[in-house]
C-alpha cells in the first residue's frame, strides 16, 4: 500500500477554510484516495473519496491533480466541531477487504 | 453503510489476564479487521478475521496473544491475552462496505487499561 504523508498539526479558527495536502508519491494506477475523521473516544469516520480531479459531497471537498502524487482535503468554513483527527489513506477502489494502512493523520484544533 | 457495536467500552484489567472484546455487525459481511491504537497514536491493524477460516495476523502481532474467533459472517471476538501495561490501547472493530465508494466502519472502540 502506498505511504501517504500528512502535516502533524494545524490551527484554524471559526469560519475559516482548512485545507490539508497528503503526498502520496508511490499511489498505484488503481488506488483511490480516501479521508477519514476521527474525534476522541471514537472510531475514524469515512469523509471523502476520489481518484482524479476533484469530489464534493456535503461535509468536504477533495483536490486531486492529474498526476496523483498528492491530494488536498478542504474543510469550508470550519467550526469548532471540526477538531479532530484527520487521516489520508490510499488502496484499491471496490476491494472489500483490503487492509488499511493509517499513517499519523493530522491533528486539527478549531479555536473560537 | 453499516453498524457495529464493540463491547465492552472500557475495562480496567489486572496484569496476566485476558479481556475478550466482542465486536457485532448489522449485516453480513465477509471480512472484519481489528485494529489497535495506542494513546496518541494511528491505528495499526492486528489481524483480519475470515469467516470459516484462521484469522490472519500482521507482522508484529501473533495468534498466542492476540486470538480471534469469527463464528459467523456478522459476530468476531477478540482476545487480549496474558495482559500487561503495555496493551493499554483502545481496540477497534472495523469491515469495509463497498458501494458507490469503498468505505470502512468502524466500532466506537474498547479502552483497555493494564494495571
Known amino acids: 500500500l502506498a505511504k501517504t504523508t500528512q502535516p502533524i498539526s494545524m490551527d484554524s479558527y471559526e469560519g475559516q477554510e482548512v485545507n490539508i495536502t497528503c503526498s502520496h508519491n508511490?499511489?498505484?494506477?488503481?488506488?483511490?484516495i480516501t479521508w477519514y475523521q476521527q474525534f476522541p473516544s471514537q472510531g475514524p469516520r469515512f469523509i471523502i473519496q476520489?481518484?482524479?480531479t476533484k469530489v464534493t459531497n456535503e461535509v468536504a471537498s477533495l483536490f486531486i491533480p492529474a498526476d496523483r502524487k498528492s491530494s488536498t482535503l478542504s474543510l469550508p468554513r470550519v467550526s469548532l466541531s471540526d477538531t479532530a483527527v484527520y487521516y489520508c489513506l490510499v488502496g484499491p477502489h471496490g476491494a472489500a477487504g483490503n487492509k488499511l494502512t493509517f499513517g499519523g493523520g493530522t491533528r486539527v484544533l478549531v479555536k473560537p | 453503510s453499516a453498524v457495529i457495536s464493540q463491547k465492552p467500552s472500557r475495562d480496567i484489567c489486572q496484569r496476566g489476564t485476558s479481556l475478550t472484546i466482542q465486536c457485532q455487525v448489522d449485516s453480513q459481511v465477509t471480512m472484519m479487521f481489528w485494529y489497535r491504537q495506542q494513546p496518541g497514536q494511528s491505528l495499526t491493524l492486528i489481524a483480519t478475521a475470515n469467516q470459516g477460516s484462521e484469522a490472519t495476523y500482521e507482522s508484529g502481532f501473533v495468534i498466542d496473544k492476540f486470538p480471534i474467533s469469527r463464528p459467523n459472517l456478522t459476530f468476531s471476538t477478540l482476545t487480549v491475552s496474558n495482559m500487561s501495561p503495555e496493551d493499554s490501547s483502545i481496540y477497534l472493530c472495523?469491515?469495509?462496505?463497498?458501494?458507490?465508494?469503498?468505505?470502512?466502519?468502524f466500532g466506537q472502540g474498547t479502552r483497555l487499561t493494564v494495571v
Open positions: 476520489g481518484y482524479k
Open positions: 472495523s469491515v469495509e462496505v463497498v458501494s458507490k465508494n469503498t468505505e470502512a466502519f
Open positions: 508511490n499511489i498505484a494506477t488503481n488506488d483511490y
